[in-house]
């Protein structure tokens, strides 16, 4: 058997790796200048690249967001696990906390969801598709802590896991605009939609002494 020979790095790769290069810049630069303040002029100096170049792979400011968004949700494969492991409530409190040294992400994660609510935009069939899978895999992680004993609500976990994302949205907008402590008020609405077990009492939000984190998002969400 002859040996197969070695794997070109065709156009698809470089493209990938452009891609992948100018998404972590745009992360730097949102993240230091917010969504307004970055632009894609600044992202193609930080990476000597011509803006003709970046706009071909991003040709607005709003996909380029998108796109940074998206890799945040894929930055962490394991929830599902640790969910199951340790329990729905506990697992999304960790996000919460985690998104308070994020603000300016969860800040232009709200931008460009209120704006690609209108069917016409770039980024409203991304936006639907992320609700869908946001909300489907919610759905089985209460399903399955209301199937352990964690959770007691008798309500439909996909109407459950919707409440969970709208209302874990209005929390982050009330936390960017008037400070509103998102982690005393996500615990509230959790143990609310979703009744915890007694004995998972302690997994509610609370100001001061929080229970250890058991870590993302999910999101921006």
């Given at each position: 058997?002859?040996?197969?020979?070695?794997?070109?790095?065709?156009?698809?790769?470089?493209?990938?790796e452009r891609?992948?290069?100018?998404?972590?810049?745009?992360?730097?630069?949102?993240?230091?200048?917010?969504?307004?303040?970055?632009?894609?002029?600044?992202?193609?100096?930080?990476?000597?690249?011509?803006?003709?170049?970046?706009?071909?792979?991003?040709?607005?400011?709003?996909?380029?967001?998108?796109?940074?968004?998206?890799?945040?949700?894929?930055?962490?494969?394991?929830?599902?696990?640790?969910?199951?492991?340790?329990?729905?409530?506990?697992?999304?409190?960790?996000?919460?906390?985690?998104?308070?040294?994020?603000?300016?992400?969860?800040?232009?994660?709200?931008?460009?969801?209120?704006?690609?609510?209108?069917?016409?935009?770039?980024?409203?069939?991304?936006?639907?598709?992320?609700?869908?899978?946001?909300?489907?895999?919610?759905?089985?992680?209460?399903?399955?802590?209301?199937?352990?004993?964690?959770?007691?609500?008798?309500?439909?976990?996909?109407?459950?896991?919707?409440?969970?994302?709208?209302?874990?949205?209005?929390?982050?907008?009330?936390?960017?605009?008037?400070?509103?402590?998102?982690?005393?008020?996500?615990?509230?609405?959790?143990?609310?939609?979703?009744r915890p077990?007694?004995?998972?009492?302690?997994?509610?939000?609370?100001?001061?002494?929080?229970?250890?984190?058991?870590?993302?998002?999910?999101?921006?969400?």
């Amino acid at each position: 058997m002859t040996a197969s020979p070695p794997a070109r790095r065709g156009p698809y790769a470089k493209t990938a790796e452009r891609r992948s290069e100018i998404i972590a810049s745009a992360t730097a630069v949102f993240s230091a200048h917010g969504y307004q303040g970055g632009s894609l002029r600044q992202i193609a100096k930080q990476l000597d690249l011509s803006l003709t170049t970046v706009m071909h792979h991003f040709p607005t400011k709003v996909a380029l967001l998108a796109a940074v968004l998206e890799q945040e949700d894929a930055a962490d494969p394991d929830f599902d696990v640790r969910s199951r492991r340790d329990g729905f409530l506990p697992s999304i409190l960790a996000i919460v906390r985690r998104n308070l040294a994020r603000r300016e992400l969860v800040r232009m994660f709200s931008i460009v969801s209120a704006e690609a609510t209108y069917p016409g935009h770039e980024a409203h069939d991304w936006l639907r598709s992320r609700y869908a899978s946001v909300t489907a895999t919610y759905s089985a992680l209460i399903a399955h802590d209301v199937a352990v004993g964690r959770l007691t609500t008798d309500g439909d976990p996909l109407e459950l896991a919707g409440l969970v994302v709208t209302g874990w949205e209005g929390i982050q907008i009330r936390w960017l605009a008037d400070g509103t402590d998102p982690v005393a008020a996500m615990g509230t609405l959790l143990s609310a939609v979703l009744r915890p077990a007694p004995t998972a009492s302690h997994l509610h939000g609370r100001r001061g002494n929080q229970p250890e984190s058991v870590h993302t998002s999910r999101i921006l969400e």
